[in-house]
């Protein structure tokens, strides 16, 4: 499985920026969510999609109403597009194959092991 991100840089406080997630050897289609980690921060699940067409969709707080998850079954990859960025934005962006074991909710949505390298997001005041 190998997952590979890309679309990260340096914007500046409004801007907008669309990660890409391409897949392979796993189904684009699974569980997918888009991770993020700030310098000190723990890991923050910043948005994720279930399975299949029509998979429910979950957002971090801090993101609802500017960010959209989204995949091309066909290119098998997932998108993340990220607007009215804000400085507390700025991280390293991760895409991972998750689970929830106990039922899909944001709270209970756990990664796997099946992580991407990265992309650095940079957004400047």
């Known amino acids: 499985v190998q997952l590979v991100e890309s679309g990260g840089g340096v914007v500046q406080a409004g801007g907008s920026l669309r990660l890409s997630c391409v897949a392979s050897?796993?189904?684009?289609?699974?569980?997918m969510g888009w991770f993020r980690r700030a310098a000190g921060k723990e890991d923050e699940l910043v948005a994720a999609?279930?399975?299949?067409?029509?998979?429910?969709?979950v957002y971090a707080d801090s993101v609802k109403g500017r960010f959209t998850i989204s995949r091309n079954n066909g290119e098998n990859t997932l998108y993340l597009q990220m607007n009215r960025l804000r400085p507390e934005d700025t991280a390293v962006y991760y895409c991972s194959k998750v689970i929830a074991p106990t039922g899909w909710a944001y709270s209970r949505i756990k990664s796997t092991d099946y992580w991407g390298q990265g992309t650095q997001v940079t957004v400047s005041s």
């Open positions: 050897g796993l189904s684009i289609s699974s569980p």
């Open positions: 999609i279930g399975r299949g067409d029509g998979g429910i969709i």
